[in-house]
């Protein structure tokens, strides 16, 4: 046989076994599609279970590493950090934000890290929960979940990292309550100045700018007010929610369908295809009392971009924040630009805060394949330097002292014990002696 004849021998036989795997996966695709899905595949433990709101605990695994984006493996760090770490999603989306693939996994990364990672999951809202505003979020539920955490964990102090209003949610309990307790806070692609881009958010905010005029004319000489409004209409529902995420790479939202075609043999990109496109079309209602805060009192005035923001009753000073503050932006989001989130390094009253620009657009930045060697890694390393004990240090410390201190009164008193007992029995010898000598003069 020629290579000319091998070749095409060769050549027929991954076509056939391609065209296998195409009808396989299409098969799979087409009515087992839940068998395809890779996410939420990391267990954890319910520290809170509430009538929305929950707490989930991702303990150690007993495996030794863990897989990586590029397919490569990195070992379990079991020495774990002191301070827990708590991350916190956003509105509208599922927890399988931090959890997409196994491979590509926020919480299972951070924890071969070496920390003790806890989830708030807002759960799935529905018509009963339109009415939470700000308030019932920043305040009230995640001071809930962070009392449970602490408690669990046996630690007071924690580090909050949040991604788009999760990050804000994490800057308004801050705002609110100062907690002491907060060491370190990141935050991922979080609006703060929505005037100062050209994004998504900032054509939104101009438009209720624009509409602010009127609305306030119309409040003048009639009943309507924005804060009478049912917070149930202002709900988005779930496929609205999702369209907005869509719209943030609209290109990437209709050529995904080709990229599905022309890959179909490859069952990994299928998986991960399957994995993704179940996220994204399975977001969650917004709830209209956060909408109805936001515009009437965040979007309209741009007041996080001045670092004092009111809602009801409610008053969240930014610019009292002392945490130390690690800010992160997507290079190419067209929803949250990167000015638009540096502004809160500029507001805060922090000493230890930065602010860092990477790649990827809104949900790139957080769940893409680059987002763990950047986002990931640096915030791990960032969080790690700054979440060591220094009462344990200062315990270990005073345990050397003790420690020294007892072997050094042990070896003096092993030192004179050891010359005490020569000089006993010279003593001893010595009065022997003596009465030998008297018995030996008696005896003469």
């Not at 098969?27 to 707490?55: A, H, N, P, Y």
């Not at 770490?85 to 599922?94: N, R, S, W, Y």
């Not at 100062?196 to 624009?210: E, I, K, R």
């Not at 638009?340 to 769940?367: N, T």
Request: net charge positive.
């Amino acid at each position: 046989m020629n290579q000319l004849t091998k070749r095409l021998v060769h050549q027929g036989l991954a076509l056939n076994q391609r065209l296998s795997a195409t009808a396989a996966n299409s098969v799979d695709w087409l009515f087992k599609r839940d068998t395809l899905i890779q996410s939420g595949r990391t267990w954890f433990e319910l520290v809170l279970d509430g009538d929305l709101m929950s707490v989930r605990y991702y303990d150690l695994p007993e495996d030794d590493e863990i897989e990586l984006t590029d397919g490569s493996r990195m070992r379990i760090q079991r020495n774990q950090h002191a301070v827990p770490l708590v991350l916190v999603p956003p509105l509208g989306v599922t927890t399988e934000t931090f959890d997409l693939l196994p491979h590509r996994s926020l919480v299972r990364y951070l924890v071969a890290r070496g920390f003790k990672v806890y989830l708030i999951d807002w759960g799935k809202p529905k018509k009963e929960h339109a009415h939470l505003g700000l308030k019932d979020y920043s305040h009230d539920m995640m001071g809930e979940a962070l009392e449970r955490i602490r408690r669990h964990s046996g630690s007071e102090d924690l580090s909050l990292m949040g991604w788009c209003m999760g990050g804000l949610l994490c800057l308004l309990y801050q705002g609110q309550l100062r907690d002491k307790h907060i060491r370190n806070l990141v935050t991922v692609a979080s609006p703060i100045d929505i005037e100062g881009g050209t994004g998504l958010v900032a054509g939104l905010s101009g438009v209720a700018q624009a509409l602010n005029g009127p609305a306030a004319l119309v409040s003048n000489y009639s009943s309507f007010r924005l804060n009478t409004l049912d917070p149930a209409r202002l709900s988005l529902p779930p496929w609205m929610t999702t369209l907005v995420f869509k719209m943030t790479d609209p290109v990437s939202s209709v050529t995904t369908y080709w990229d599905l075609v022309t890959g179909l043999w490859d069952r990994e990109f299928v998986e991960s295809y399957s994995t993704t496109s179940d996220y994204l079309n399975n977001m969650l209602m917004y709830p209209g009392g956060v909408l109805k805060d936001m515009t009437a009192s965040v979007v309209t005035d741009n007041q996080l971009a001045k670092g004092r923001v009111k809602f009801g009753d409610q008053v969240a000073r930014l610019d009292t924040i002392e945490t130390n503050l690690l800010a992160f932006a997507g290079a190419t989001d067209n929803l949250v630009q990167p000015e638009m989130a540096e502004k809160i390094v500029d507001i805060v009253a922090s000493k230890d805060k930065e602010f860092r620009v990477a790649p990827g657009g809104h949900m790139g930045v957080i769940i893409g394949s680059k987002a763990q060697n950047a986002v990931w890694a640096e915030s791990a390393e960032w969080l790690a330097q700054r979440s060591g004990s220094t009462q344990a240090k200062a315990k270990v410390k005073a345990k050397t002292k003790t420690k020294t201190k007892t072997k050094t009164k042990t070896k003096a008193k092993a030192k004179a014990k050891a010359k005490a007992k020569p000089k006993a029995k010279t003593k001893i010898k010595t009065k022997a002696r003596a009465k030998a000598r008297r018995r030996a003069s008696t005896a003469n």
